[in-house]
């Protein structure tokens, strides 16, 4: 079992930033990556960007340049540095880890990032 905590949203003016958090916790032996997507009311849930055990870092073309997501091993936290938001881009932000165990998907509770124009 993994577990994923989100921490960091709120409420922001266009243009300003956000440093979201994704705590994970039991067995965190078995995440290959983790990732971050966004959920706006009446839309689907869409990838922003991930991190892979290794390092690797992918991005949703939108967020290029003004999303950053990055990890600390020792606190088992991956963040999204989210800069130069727009108001569009308010939604609840989830974190989403793969594991190579079943169920090999998990999903945190999400965090409210809300951008006012």
């Given amino acids: 079992q993994v577990q994923l905590v989100e921490s960091g949203g709120g409420l922001v003016q266009a243009g300003g930033s956000l440093r ?3 705590a994970a916790s039991g067995s965190i032996f078995s995440i290959s990556a983790i990732g971050w997507y966004r959920q ?14 290794g390092g690797s870092t992918h991005y949703a073309d939108s967020v290029k340049g003004r999303f950053t997501i990055s990890r600390d091993n020792a606190k088992n936290t991956v963040y ?3 800069n130069s938001l727009k108001p ?12 190579s165990l079943s ?3 998990y999903w945190g509770q999400g965090t409210q990032v809300t951008v006012s124009s």
């Fill in 40 to 53: 706006a009311p009446g839309k689907q849930r869409e990838l922003v960007a991930t991190i892979s055990s």
């Fill in 88 to 99: 569009e881009e308010t939604a609840v932000y989830y974190c989403h880890a793969e594991t």
């Fill in 103 to 105: 169920p090999y998907n």
């Fill in 80 to 82: 999204l540095q989210l």
């Fill in 20 to 22: 979201l958090s994704c």
